[in-house]
């Protein structure tokens, strides 16, 4: 047998470090892995979080004492049912999704995991609802996770829509570096994230860090916390 290689022993071992994190931390339901099944079987892509960044989401939700999320962005719910798995019985997750078809397979996830009762889809441009959640607001935990070129739109709606102390959480920031220098602008999604993060690195209402979440460090969510006005 050939001899593994420093670089596939270091992948090896990286592997199965965030293995031994899920199996640890964030192990996944039944009702988690049939969101996954039935987002394939609708032909959406896979490109959902990851059941680490599931679980942080929820610690996230515990530190901020979560009564109300907001989602812009829903796939096919995993991300939702982890936001809504953090709420208390009376809480409420409001997640925004574009696509009725896929805001459909969101609902049906919701109901198996569970959680219909405090998560709810709204379905439209992100643009237009998020105008209309002034009078809901202020939410305690925004997560961002949808088309790129518009995270620095939906940073300032989820400032304005949030309180201090809520959390503010995107998702993407990191794609392996290039979102965090001007290398790649000619590209609108990786153009998006980097003013995203340079909008919360100097908003004067925002403390915030981006982190590597995946084993091979490529990409990441940025993590900002929402600060009283001066």
Known sequence: MQ???????????????????????????????????????????????????GKLLQVLAAACNAQKILEIGSLAGYSGIWLARALPPTGRLITLEVSPAHAEVVQRS????????????????????????????????VFIDADKPSYPHYLDWAIRLSRPGSIIVADNCIRAGQALSESALDDQGVAGLYQYNLQTLKHPRLRAIALAMDEDYTDGLNIAVVLPEA
Do not use: M, W, Y
């Open 110 to 141: 919701f109901e198996q995991a569970g959680v219909a009762d405090r998560a709810e889809v709204r379905v439209g441009s992100a643009h237009e609802s998020l105008p209309q959640l002034v009078d809901e607001a202020p939410f305690d935990l």
């Open 3 to 53: 001899q593994e290689t420093e670089l596939q022993q270091q992948a090896r071992i990286r592997h199965e470090v965030e293995e031994n994190l899920v199996q640890l931390f964030a192990i996944e339901d039944e009702a988690l892995r049939t969101t996954i099944t039935a987002a394939r079987k609708a032909g959406l892509p896979a490109i959902q979080i990851n059941p680490l960044q």
